[in-house]
């Protein structure tokens, strides 16, 4: 753990440019955190950012700010507040930028000619010739597909294991958070997994020889036990 003393930001307006202001206060970068909290660097980035569109439901929203403001040793229920007052701001201009996305526009009116008709064509057929070439290379460096079927994502359970079950490509490397599992050969894999109580990440990865990876996440949240 890294050792900085709490300080009161000033002049800060947003919850994410506080949280940013106490992390490089304390010298740390995205990496570092994500390393401290076990949180992924995209979901710390958007928790900055103050974009909680890219963020899951509110509920492992509010863990992830729970578990960043421990980590930055500020106080939890000040951050939740702060996230909560932000929220019912932000929700309404969210919706409201969707709504006027989504209008339909009157489409301009265009004059078709001999002339436009044979250059369309022209084009068309050159951007065929681009998309063949560009879907074979695809082929090759394009990542395996990986079909996760359990567990579900944010997903909360009461058990400190869980099973991950699988299907990819069958040529493929899989791992589950870092560690190679076995694929049979029809690409089907099923590995089970401990959890911590808690917010869990679990990352599958699923990669070809030459391929890019395809990850997938998992968040599982497990509630402790009450004691009977």
Do not use: W
């Given at each position: 753990?890294?050792?900085?003393?709490?300080?009161?930001?000033?002049?800060?307006?947003?919850?994410?440019?506080?949280?940013?202001?106490?992390?490089?206060?304390?010298?740390?970068?995205?990496?570092?955190?994500?390393?401290?909290?076990?949180?992924p660097k995209k979901y710390l980035q958007a928790l900055e950012e103050g974009d909680y569109s890219v963020l899951p439901a509110t509920?492992?929203?509010?863990?992830?700010?729970?578990?960043?403001?421990?980590?930055?040793?500020?106080?939890?229920?000040?951050?939740?507040?702060?996230?909560?007052?932000?929220?019912?701001?932000?929700?309404?201009?969210?919706?409201?930028?969707?709504?006027?996305?989504?209008?339909?526009?009157?489409?301009?009116?265009?004059?078709?000619?001999?002339?436009?008709?044979?250059?369309?064509?022209?084009?068309?057929?050159?951007?065929?010739?681009?998309?063949?070439?560009?879907?074979?290379?695809?082929?090759?460096?394009?990542?395996?597909?990986?079909?996760?079927?359990?567990?579900?994502?944010?997903?909360?359970?009461?058990?400190?294991?869980?099973?991950?079950?699988?299907?990819?490509?069958?040529?493929?490397?899989?791992?589950?958070?870092?560690?190679?599992?076995?694929?049979?050969?029809?690409?089907?894999?099923?590995?089970?997994?401990?959890?911590?109580?808690?917010?869990?990440?679990?990352?599958?990865?699923?990669?070809?020889?030459?391929?890019?990876?395809?990850?997938?996440?998992?968040?599982?949240?497990?509630?402790?036990?009450?004691?009977?």
């Amino acid at each position: 753990m890294f050792n900085f003393k709490k300080k009161e930001v000033k002049g800060i307006k947003t919850l994410g440019q506080r949280l940013k202001s106490v992390r490089e206060e304390a010298k740390l970068d995205l990496e570092q955190a994500e390393k401290g909290t076990g949180i992924p660097k995209k979901y710390l980035q958007a928790l900055e950012e103050g974009d909680y569109s890219v963020l899951p439901a509110t509920v492992y929203t509010k863990n992830y700010l729970r578990v960043y403001a421990e980590f930055l040793q500020v106080s939890p229920q000040f951050v939740l507040d702060l996230y909560d007052q932000e929220k019912r701001i932000i929700e309404p201009i969210q919706n409201k930028k969707i709504e006027e996305r989504t209008k339909t526009k009157p489409l301009p009116k265009t004059i078709i000619s001999p002339r436009r008709i044979r250059n369309l064509v022209i084009f068309l057929i050159i951007a065929a010739c681009f998309v063949y070439l560009g879907f074979e290379i695809k082929k090759i460096v394009s990542p395996p597909f990986l079909e996760i079927s359990n567990p579900s994502d944010n997903l909360v359970i009461n058990e400190n294991t869980i099973e991950v079950i699988g299907k990819t490509e069958p040529e493929s490397t899989v791992t589950i958070n870092g560690q190679e599992v076995f694929l049979n050969p029809t690409g089907n894999f099923q590995e089970t997994i401990e959890l911590a109580n808690g917010l869990n990440t679990i990352e599958i990865s699923s990669q070809k020889k030459h391929s890019n990876k395809n990850i997938v996440y998992r968040h599982i949240l497990v509630e402790q036990k009450e004691n009977q």
